[in-house]
């Protein structure tokens, strides 16, 4: 059974679309007008092994973050679509990740509440190709909201902002990577003694 999902979403402020295959290859369509933005998605699909389709339009003219912000939403949402009832996978999944001066970690759990633990510090101001740095923590804490995970995200130490934030958003995509994985050893059963991850 394919696990994947297509999702719209339009609102006065944004128009989101988005075309997710959680077992795919990594091939990404990324489009947005925020090009630095569009980088860390396409690094999250390389990296997840996601095969995912953004196509993003905002009111960027005002600021990034409805664009930002609903496309996570939009991504979760995919992602709860495609997980299904999440009989058969992994669940949890971690990543430390090193990027030269930086290394950060993501730990999630598919566990269907949503929670989001930032211990990311040194963002605060800055930017990096025209994106608000502090937009990353909008787009996960919106990520998390819809797709229903646990998502720890901290940064040991880094410098440099590109670094820590890409480092951020691939540690994510191999957490998330291995939670989705289907163990065949579980032979489809929900990995929960409450037998149940949507309820």
Not at 27 to 55: K, Q, S, W, Y
């Amino acid at each position: 059974m394919a696990r994947a999902a297509q999702v719209r979403r339009v609102t006065q402020e944004t128009q989101i679309e988005i075309e997710l295959d959680l077992d795919g290859e990594g091939r990404a369509r990324i489009e947005t007008p925020l090009p630095f933005f569009n980088h860390m998605l396409e690094a999250f699909a390389r990296h997840g092994l996601f095969d995912l389709t953004v196509i993003a339009r905002g009111d960027v003219e005002i600021d990034g973050h409805h664009t930002v912000e609903d496309t996570g939403l939009a991504l979760g949402e995919a992602f709860k679509q495609a997980l299904g009832e999440r009989r058969g996978i992994g669940r949890y999944g971690e990543c430390s990740l090193p990027m030269d001066e930086t290394l950060a970690q993501a730990v999630i759990d598919f566990s269907g509440r949503p929670a989001l633990v930032w211990r990311v510090d040194g963002l605060d101001g800055k930017w990096v190709g025209g994106f608000d740095c502090m937009l990353a923590h909008e787009f996960f804490q919106a990520f998390v909201n819809r797709s229903e995970c646990n998502l720890h995200m901290l940064l040991h130490y880094g410098v440099n902002a590109h670094h820590i934030l890409e480092a951020l958003w691939k540690a994510c995509a191999r957490a998330a990577r291995a939670g989705v994985a289907i163990d065949p050893r579980l032979a489809g059963a929900i990995p929960s003694t409450k037998g149940t991850l949507t309820a």
